[in-house]
């Protein structure tokens, strides 16, 4: 039972002395209170964890739950009709690992139910739970990381409790493994020693500098399309706009760039669950950082009913097809433009190994991945996954 790991919360801690505003979330959202919320129809979930003990140099970030809600339930619903719920607090197990499985129970049965977790609070560690929680599910996925760093740690083995600085270590050595792409973006190259960039290099994955989407935040966009599951260090935004982390930075991402991704986060079809980490109190400017957060979580909220479900399907009046060749490639790519949203997928044929029957895999791509096909060159992005696919 979901209620046996979720504590429930009392709203009147942090509601305004006179109340909300019908059209505030805080009147709209459904909480663990006094009994367990119906969960039929329900599309968002919120959680929060109160766990810090691996949280490196940033004890306290297990506190912050209460801020980050009280601003969040004091904004204005979108233009959408919200079906929220707040499920409560997943408390600080006997160890470490209780907590953690504690997590990936919740998180695993939210979705099964199609709900979407909305996770906040406590250490970048608790990213391994999220991810545990996507084991039984029977297929690869991708996981999406905003952080200034990778998080990995080569003297950390798959036996070892996973830190906040070390996390990607328990998610790649985890097995059984049902990893398949892992995105970074926002790292800082001066945070990120030359090894770890060519480890993920040598396994294919999606890394991708600050620099990169400086005044360009669109960029973004296609990359948090392919997530299954995203997760945000908090310290990948600027210390000017997130000062509420022992370990900001001076810089990162500004506040309204990150607000930006999570509406792309949110109005991802692919994207089953989010968590927000490593939000520290004790740090905080005038809740400048809860309330920041508030603001992002309310994007990826707005970004979800937004959705238009324009994954390719098998309706091919809904897309404009492309082609185009490589230069030494011996596939034709099929690129789809959706007819709804302008947005791009390449098609990446599976290695013709054993069966005739060809397969493809469509990964989001943007509209300069289509013009460099035309000009004959492999986007990146098509190399990375077919080499991955090869694996």
Same mark, same amino acid.
């Given at each position: 039972m979901l209620q046996d790991f979720l504590s429930p919360i009392n709203p $009147?801690? +942090? /509601? *305004? /002395?006179?109340?909300?505003?019908?059209?505030?979330?805080?009147?709209? =959202? %459904?909480?663990?209170?006094?009994? +367990?919320?119906? @969960?039929?129809?329900?599309?968002?979930? =919120? =959680?929060?964890? @109160?766990?810090?003990?691996?949280? !490196?140099q940033n004890e306290g970030c297990a506190n912050g739950v209460e801020q980050i809600r009280a601003f969040l339930y004091q904004l204005n619903e979108g233009d959408f009709q919200s079906n929220i719920v707040d499920l409560g607090n997943i408390l600080p197990g006997e160890t470490l690992r209780d907590t953690h499985y504690a997590l990936k129970v919740v998180t695993a049965s939210l979705l099964k139910k199609s709900i979407i977790p909305i996770i906040i609070g406590g250490g970048h560690d608790l990213c391994y739970a999220q991810y545990w929680a996507y084991e039984n599910l029977d297929k690869k996925v991708d996981l &999406? $990381?905003?952080?200034?760093?990778f998080d990995l740690d080569a003297s950390v083995d798959e036996h070892q409790i996973p830190n906040s600085q $070390?996390? &990607?270590?328990? !998610? %790649?050595?985890?097995? *059984?493994?049902?990893?398949?792409?892992?995105?970074?973006?926002?790292?800082?190259?001066y945070y990120v020693n030359q090894e770890s960039i060519q480890l993920m290099d040598k396994m294919y994955f999606d890394i991708h500098r600050l620099g990169e989407f400086r005044n360009k935040i669109q960029e973004s966009e296609p990359i948090i399309r392919n997530a299954d599951l995203i997760s945000v260090d908090i310290s990948a935004v600027k210390m000017a706009d997130a000062p509420g982390n022992a370990n900001a930075h001076p810089n990162g991402f500004y506040g309204e760039e990150m607000c930006q991704m999570m509406r792309y986060a949110g109005m991802s079809d692919k994207c089953s669950s989010i968590g927000f980490y490593e939000f520290n109190p004790k740090y905080d400017h005038r809740n400048q950082t809860a309330e920041l957060i508030a603001q992002m979580i309310w994007c990826f909220i707005d970004g979800f009913y937004a959705r238009k479900d324009d994954y390719p399907s098998s309706n091919k009046n809904d897309y404009i097809k492309y082609r185009a060749t490589f230069q030494d490639v011996q596939h034709e790519v099929i690129f789809l433009k959706s007819k709804k949203t302008d947005r791009?997928?390449?098609? !990446? *044929?599976?290695?013709? &190994? =054993?069966?005739?029957?060809?397969r493809y895999l469509?990964?989001?791509? $943007?509209?300069?991945?289509y013009?460099?096909?035309?000009?004959?060159?492999?986007?990146?992005r098509w190399w990375k996954n077919y080499q991955k696919l090869i694996i």
């Open positions: $009147s801690k +942090f /509601e *305004p /002395e006179n109340g909300y505003y019908n059209s505030q979330l805080g009147a709209k =959202i %459904i909480c663990h209170h006094n009994s +367990f919320p119906d @969960l039929a129809n329900v599309q968002l979930a =919120i =959680i929060g964890v @109160l766990e810090d003990r691996k949280a !490196i &999406l $990381s905003f952080d200034a760093h $070390s996390y &990607l270590n328990s !998610i %790649i050595l985890h097995e *059984p493994n049902f990893l398949f792409n892992f995105s970074n973006i926002g790292y800082q190259t791009w997928w390449m098609q !990446i *044929p599976y290695p013709n &190994l =054993i069966s005739k029957n060809e469509m990964v989001p791509c $943007s509209y300069e991945d013009v460099q096909a035309t000009n004959g060159e492999v986007p990146n």
